[in-house]
């Protein structure tokens, strides 16, 4: 990873009375409603302090999410009870899980850019694995051109995303959009102000 202890530098970073990134959906994943289905399986991939997975859960979906983080696991998991929704919580390292086959309906994955591209590719070959047929990918990203505005985001130019690196990437999905943009985030401290980002939608044959 791009920390010498990601546990530990994630733990600090969400030990805050507030949300790291805010309490409302990544807006890339809630502008998506059409690919959601009451009832699917979902998993978010690194999912913080649970804003995204309890937004999936709220719109219907069975969610499982994990984080490194101990500190956000347990401000997720609270964050679940207080809207009234189960979601699975639980502490994992996203390069030592075990990737299931054939698991999920929908995946999120997003801003989960903390990884060098060898461990990126560990990463995304596990998300194909883990989709079930149909299954659909929901992936936002920052663009290498996010090294300028400074708004969130890793500081390393190689951990961050261009449309061929996804095309590459997702060759055995159905890419079904695939956007490079800049517009202002507003998602709590961590992410504010104009950025570039990528989206991806894609399902699996």
């Known amino acids: 990873m791009s920390f010498a202890d990601a546990a530990k530098t994630w733990n600090q970073r969400y030990s805050r009375e507030d949300f790291l990134f ?23 991939i690194a999912d913080g302090e ?15 999410a994990f984080d ?15 809207h009234g929704v189960p979601v699975r919580h639980v502490v994992a ?16 994955a997003i801003f989960i850019q ?23 990918l929901i992936l936002q990203g920052y663009r290498p051109e996010q090294l300028a505005y400074r708004t969130g985001g890793p500081p390393l130019a190689e951990n961050l995303y261009t449309e061929p690196l996804l095309r ?8 079904r959009h695939l956007a490079s943009h800049d517009d202002v985030v507003r998602e709590g ?9 990528i989206d991806l939608v894609a399902v699996k044959p």
């Open 93 to 108: 390292d996203i390069l030592q899980i075990e990737w299931p086959t054939a698991c999920y309906d929908l995946i999120a």
């Open 168 to 175: 590459e990437a997702f060759a055995e999905l159905d890419i």
């Open 50 to 64: 649970g804003r995204n997975s309890v937004w999936l859960a709220r719109q219907g979906l069975e969610v499982d």
């Open 22 to 44: 805010g309490e409302a959906p990544n807006a890339f994943l809630a502008a998506s409603m059409a690919w959601l289905v009451p009832g699917q399986r979902a998993l978010s």
């Open 114 to 136: 903390f990884a060098a591209p060898d461990e990126r590719a560990f990463v995304f070959r596990g998300i194909v694995r883990a989709l079930r047929p149909g299954g659909v």
């Open 68 to 82: 490194i983080s101990t500190v956000a696991v347990d401000k997720a998991s609270r964050f679940a009870a207080r």
């Open 189 to 197: 401290a961590g992410h504010d102000g104009m950025s570039a980002l």
